[in-house]
């Protein structure tokens, strides 16, 4: 209250409380926490957390050293010291009543099961690929995001860059022509193994949890082979081989394809080119391969990596890892390359941005 003959002061209340000059106000932003701080969660925390409209409040890791340094990135984008950091994502789901939606980036053992406790929490996800290890999985995902209203999306982001989509419009939109086969580059490996390293000393606790780090897996001694570098991708207890790669590729070759609704009918799999030849309910052929130049077996039309290719009678359109620009089997098919993209963008109203 101002009293009679009192001189009232100006309040100003910061731009960015308002939500003005581009800033985005903190009651508008989606409060997000991580789940799986590693190579790649620490790759998409860098990429999510300079997005305007998003506050980073937590992040969760077994491993101390990751998770350390994921609160890091998170206090010197803001400036504080506020983010917590966790070692159980159960504690972490529990106490975090104000986190909105959370980034899962573990192990894919840890993929399905932490999407489901974080969705029963009330979070949305996103989810790096694979989604899961098995179709039960997968089925038991979708069903906990229809029966709790929760929005969940996998971390399949060539589906958001320019070549890959420009390729899968040009076969979903008919420029092509009627497409009889179409290949995804699956990279599986011939070093996938079913058996054990050799049992090491297990860390302090609070450096990492064996326990926590394994989760749903089965049990085994702990090795730091598992844990560094991505080490536990060689292992069938952990990893999914032919799927893991399969989630970006498969995906990208059924969105040119236009199909959600996928049935297998035939499979044909011959020595010596380990590519996997695979029949669709429409007649369609999708072919399963190798890359050339690497330790998989080489198939002669194919460089880069992570790839689609859709073969048409008026052409083929491919895209990849490593490729300056879409590949197609003429250069007048490139004219169109503008005009796809913004087909594609007033289509599903979704920006080049796959965290959008």
Known sequence: MVTAGAVALPFYVPVPVLGRNGTVAPSERIVMGGIGMGGRGSGDLAWMVNEPDVQWVAVCDAVKGRRDAAK??????????????YADMRQFLAERTDVEAVLIATGDRWHALA???AMRAGKDVYCEKPACLTMAQGQAVAETARRYARI????AQ???EANHVFAIEMARSGRLGPIHTAY???RWRDGFRHDWLPAQPEPAKDELDWDLWLGPSPWRPYNAGYVNGGGWYHFYDFATDVAMWGAHTVAQALAGLDMTDVSFIEFEY???????????????????FRVAGSVWDPCEFWHGACGERFDGPNGWAAAADGYSGPDVSSPSLLRDFKNVLADYMDRTQRPMNHVR
């Not at 890091?72 to 950091?85: F, I, M, Q, S």
């Not at 969940?152 to 971390?155: A, L, V």
């Not at 011959?270 to 399963?288: C, D, F, H, Q, Y």
Request: glycine content about 6%; charged content about 20%.
């Open 72 to 85: 890091n990135l998170v206090d010197a984008k803001y400036g504080n010291r506020d983010c917590a950091a």
């Open 115 to 117: 999407a489901i406790w």
């Open 152 to 155: 969940y999306q996998t971390g």
């Open 158 to 160: 060539r589906l958001s």
């Open 184 to 186: 995804a580059d699956c």
């Open 270 to 288: 011959a020595e010596p080119t380990k590519s996997m030849m695979t029949r669709l309910s429409n007649g369609i052929k999708l072919v399963l």
